[in-house]
């Protein structure tokens, strides 16, 4: 019998899965299914790179997730799948914990799709396609949200009357579950750096920082949604509200026109005029692609700054995402305006991509730690299932 436990992240026409062994942090499998709808694509790898055969009806979620599980099946015969645990993009000002799914909480779910328009209905769908095609399996739900919830009011406010505030117009802040991954990281392996000051980047497509003391979320740079603080791929980042009245004011454009150029049409994209890709950004070479780079690390060093003011200084800065992972020329650009708060590159350690990748004398440790959001996820549905504890 293969007892296993299923990550699910539902996007509007994806599905991320990670299929986990009881114990251990190496999935069996994973894999995402692309383009749900009429040219659904299905790609699911084994352990080792191995592509493992699966095929089905890719026209909806529900359609998916079976030809996931029969693709799975095949396998691994014996699969006995115990707990499903999927990432839920909000959830709302309480919850600062995972949650076993229950009608009563997806009703709770549903009511907080106002603000998070673009994901909380797919990842909610997701849920309710899992429920429909494993019955009877436990699920969890797990929350890009809940790392920050306990932050100091002054984080977790705007200076917007206090109604609103009650309301749900709050700092919410997100990538919760990287950001969890790391902080679980640094304990297990830095202990003496975990109970100090970190600043986190996760820099990738989404891009956020967040400040870390003592394993606790201080502060965040994404806050009502994850358009708020540093340039991303697509996304704006910080900007000006003025901007945006300006746009319907004098411009006529609708809500929807505003939510694609600052969702899907700015950031490196919009700056840059090429790609929001920072791979083709490195390698491109035009000015506006140069310019583009410039703005996204300026502003990855402003907020470093602004998160160590926050934290009362700074003892690590920890780097993740498929750029923070991966972009050393980022890496050291972001780094290099920042030796006055004590962070210095060591060259040769930041092109190998080492853990550690600040020179031994350096005051402030910086760090390269690959993140794990599935296993965060999995580690949450073993413990909705008394395999384990959340925390291994
Ligand atoms: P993520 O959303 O975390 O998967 O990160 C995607 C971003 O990481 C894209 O902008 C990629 O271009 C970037 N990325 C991945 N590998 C590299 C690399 N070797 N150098 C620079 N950027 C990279």
Known sequence: MTRAVLTLNAGSSSLKVSLFPE????????????????????TLKDAEGQPVAASGD???????????????RAHWPELDLVAIGHRVVHGGADRDAPAPVTEALLAELEALSPFAPLHQPHNLAGIRAAMAA????????????????????????????????????????????????????LARTAPQLSIGRVVVAHLGNGASMCGIVNGRSVSSTMGFSALDGLPMGTRCGQVDPGVLLYLMDQ??????????LLYRKSGL?????????????????????????????FRCQREVGAMAAALGGIDAL??????????????????????????????????ANDRVISTH????????????????????????????????
């Open 134 to 185: 494993f019955p009877g399996v436990p699920q969890v739900a797990c929350f890009d949200t809940a790392f920050h919830r306990n932050q100091p009011f002054v984080n977790d406010t705007f200076a917007l009357p206090r109604e609103m505030y009650a309301e749900g117009v709050r700092r919410y802040g997100f990538h919760g579950l990287s950001y969890e991954y790391i902080a679980n990281e």
């Open 318 to 351: 920890v780097f993740c995402g498929g750029i923070g992972e991966n972009s050393r020329l980022i890496r050291a650009r972001i780094c290099e305006r920042l030796g006055w708060m004590g962070i210095e590159v060591d060259h040769a350690k930041n092109a």
């Open 23 to 42: 114990v251990g942090e190496v999935p069996l499998a994973s894999g995402l299914a692309d383009k749900i709808g009429p040219e659904g694509v299905l």
């Open 58 to 72: 890719l026209s909806t979620h529900a359609g998916a997730m079976a030809a996931v599980i029969d693709g799975f």
């Open 251 to 260: 411009k006529g454009m609708t809500a929807a026109e505003i939510t694609d």
């Open 269 to 297: 994209l919009g700056l840059s005029g090429l790609s929001n890709d920072m791979r083709t950004l490195e390698t491109a070479g035009t000015p506006e692609a140069m310019q583009a780079i410039d703005y996204f690390t």
């Open 361 to 392: 004398l350096a005051r402030t440790t910086a760090m390269v730690i690959p993140t794990n959001e599935e296993l965060v996820i999995a580690r949450a549905a073993r413990a909705a299932v008394g395999l384990q504890e959340a925390a291994e």
